[in-house]
């Protein structure tokens, strides 16, 4: 683990030492103390009793409270953060090292990407609750978690993505130099999935404030919720109506994502960057001041310092999990006789639940909605159809332009940051106005909704896959003089088709996602609906009486249907071939 703190932490000096040194370690201990001061001062409130019978279906929209709200809400953010991480980890390192365990991680993860963030609330709202009755923490709980789903499962995508296609020879050191699993995890397999792992985790932060919205203002079978935040602020203004406070709020999340990613993502790419792959002198140096700052200062020795012990004691503890190695040869009909095993409970415990939702659904929704929730299914795979073509069009080859360009890559990545991370559905109101005033339908405008929530992702992504290309290929493209239209099609597409996969089936997702706040927006008193899926869910789980269970229960098991059946049809596929194809 040493590995990684060595870039930031360890023994290099700058040329300029001395007294901008001890400038350095003001800066940088005063920032550590306003931070640990805020966020015990704004955590204060998330333990908070309260009366639910009684409690609030609305935040006072007074614009003088957004910095708190703010606050609240990147503290929600970051939980979620850390926790999509540890997840991460250990999800994507499974799946890429066991045949067994993969066979069933990888479906259930596109089905965790499949079931909209109205299913989960439906569920961990009252599971919260029950945990930490009379308290505010059991909604914080459900709101964290609501984040962690829109989170979690691209990063662990994009991580288990750099772990199947890390190169060979590097797997083969790591069994040379007899390292610990342990070892090589932090060692090798952390290191060299950090390009992706970081960007990814920035683009799906980003995703993150796209459903805040919906974790800070909760209905759920006719009980409303409302927590401090942002998310809840924008949610009361639009519903009122009152674009002058909607406004505010933007230009508060503006602020808050600039922010974050001159404070934290910048220097988090910076940083990442030390662990690329290649030998060659391709110019592109990221720049970052906080990361300039933190190596000027002694705090980081100091860091590094306490750090090591720790890491030693962690090396030896963990050593016992066994040593890198090659799998020792299995007797093929033990091993035949275990995967028969093994499938066998795998299918089993599919089939009971697969037959215990079908008899609710049945029994209580009837076989005339199940096809009327189908045809629903078939117009929101519509939408989702026009959002893909036209990200991928647009978006690839900007993505491997910004990429492959330094200059371009430092310019514009605060932009794409902005526009990747600002909550569209903060702009809904806006746009619903515009719709209203033009007459145009949800059922066409929502198109434009579900796009400006889920395009980046495949943006995020090529622009990651193509600053990862080696500088040793576009060297040798280059001496070759390869025309520019053969040094796309067989150095640049090939270079980031893996990351546009990843961004691609994250970006389906999304979408599908997206169309529960997409396709029914509520504006200025009015409630407006959309012909699909994300409506008859969002209605679903709003509605009260005995058809809220089967009818949500519909909904999402349709959702993941279409979900996994374009997975298994599609993208799986397409991630087949970048693994044998377009890996190093």
């Known amino acids: 683990m040493s590995s990684l703190f060595a870039p930031l932490l360890g023994r290099r000096r700058t040329e300029r030492a001395g007294r901008r040194s001890i400038a350095a370690d003001v800066l940088v201990l005063a920032g550590a103390a306003a931070l640990i001061w805020l966020t015990i001062r704004v955590g204060q409130g998330m333990g908070a009793p309260i009366d639910l019978a009684h409690s609030s279906t609305r935040v006072d929209t007074d614009p003088s409270n957004l910095p708190y709200y703010a606050l609240r809400s990147l503290l929600r953010m970051f939980l979620a953060l850390a926790a999509s991480i540890v997840f991460t980890f250990g999800y994507a390192l499974l799946a890429a090292r066991s045949r067994r365990a993969r066979a069933v991680l990888l479906p259930l993860l596109d089905v965790l990407q499949s079931v909209p963030i109205l299913g989960f609330l439906s569920v961990t709202v009252t599971v919260f609750l029950a945990l930490f009755p009379g308290s505010a923490l059991g909604l914080e709980c459900a709101a964290v978690f609501a984040i962690f789903t829109s989170q979690a499962w691209n990063m662990t995508f994009a991580f288990y993505q750099s772990l199947i296609s890390q190169?060979?020879?590097?797997?083969?050191?790591?069994?040379?130099?007899?390292?610990?699993?342990?070892?090589r995890f932090w060692r090798l397999d952390v290191p060299s999935g950090m390009?992706?792992?970081?960007?990814?985790?920035?683009?799906?932060f980003g995703g993150g404030w796209f459903f805040l919205t919906a974790s800070e203002a909760v209905s759920v079978a006719g009980d409303e919720y409302a927590l401090p935040g942002i998310g809840a602020y924008v949610a009361t203004a639009s519903a009122d109506g009152?674009?002058?406070?909607?406004?505010?709020?933007?230009?508060?999340?503006?602020?808050?994502?600039?922010?974050?990613?001159?404070?934290?993502?910048?220097?988090?790419?910076?940083w990442a960057e030390r662990f690329r792959l290649e030998d060659s002198a391709t110019g592109r140096?990221?720049?970052?001041?906080?990361?300039?700052?933190?190596?000027?200062?002694?705090?980081?020795?100091?860091?590094?310092?306490?750090?090591?012990?720790?890491?030693?004691?962690?090396?030896?503890?963990?050593?016992?999990?066994g040593r890198t190695g090659h799998a020792a040869p299995a007797d093929p009909r033990r091993a035949r006789l275990g995967d028969i095993a093994f499938g066998t409970v795998v299918l089993a415990v599919l089939a009971y639940g697969l037959w215990r939702a079908l008899e609710v659904i049945l029994r209580d929704a009837g076989p005339a909605e199940v096809g009327h929730v189908l045809l629903l299914g078939l117009a929101t795979m519509a939408r989702v159809a026009v959002v893909m073509v036209f990200a991928t069009v647009v978006w690839v080859p900007i993505g491997v332009i910004v990429g492959r360009s330094p200059r371009l890559t430092r310019a514009l990545q605060p932009v794409v940051q902005v526009c990747a991370s600002f909550p569209a559905n903060f702009l809904f109101p806006l746009v619903t106005a515009v719709l209203v005033a033009w007459n145009i339908p949800l059922d066409l405008g929502g198109v434009v909704l579900m796009a400006l929530g889920t395009q980046w992702y495949i943006l995020f992504n090529v622009i990651a896959a193509a600053s990862a290309i080696p500088g040793d290929l576009l060297e040798a493209a280059d001496d070759m003089r390869l025309p520019r239209l053969l040094k796309w099609r067989y150095v640049l597409l090939p270079g980031v088709f893996a990351g546009y996969v990843t961004g691609g089936i994250t970006a389906a997702g999304g979408a599908w996602n997206a169309s529960i706040v997409a396709e029914v927006v509520s504006y200025d008193g009015t409630t407006h609906h959309a012909y699909g899926l994300g409506d008859y869910i969002a209605q679903a789980t709003a509605a009260t009486g005995p058809e809220h269970g089967p009818h949500l229960l519909l909904g999402i098991v349709v959702m993941c249907l279409f979900v996994v059946g374009t997975n298994a049809a599609l993208w799986r596929r397409l991630y087949r071939t970048a693994e044998r194809r377009y890996s190093l």
Request: glycine fraction near 6%.
């Open 242 to 270: 009152d674009l002058a406070r909607v406004g505010w709020a933007i230009a508060a999340m503006i602020v808050v994502i600039v922010g974050v990613n001159l404070l934290f993502w910048s220097p988090l790419t910076a």
């Open 285 to 321: 140096i990221p720049r970052s001041a906080v990361l300039t700052l933190l190596r000027r200062s002694h705090v980081a020795d100091g860091v590094r310092r306490a750090a090591a012990p720790v890491v030693t004691r962690l090396d030896r503890v963990f050593g016992a999990l």
């Open 167 to 183: 190169p060979r020879e590097l797997g083969e050191a790591a069994r040379d130099l007899g390292l610990s699993r342990w070892q």
């Open 195 to 204: 390009i992706p792992l970081v960007w990814n985790a920035m683009m799906s």
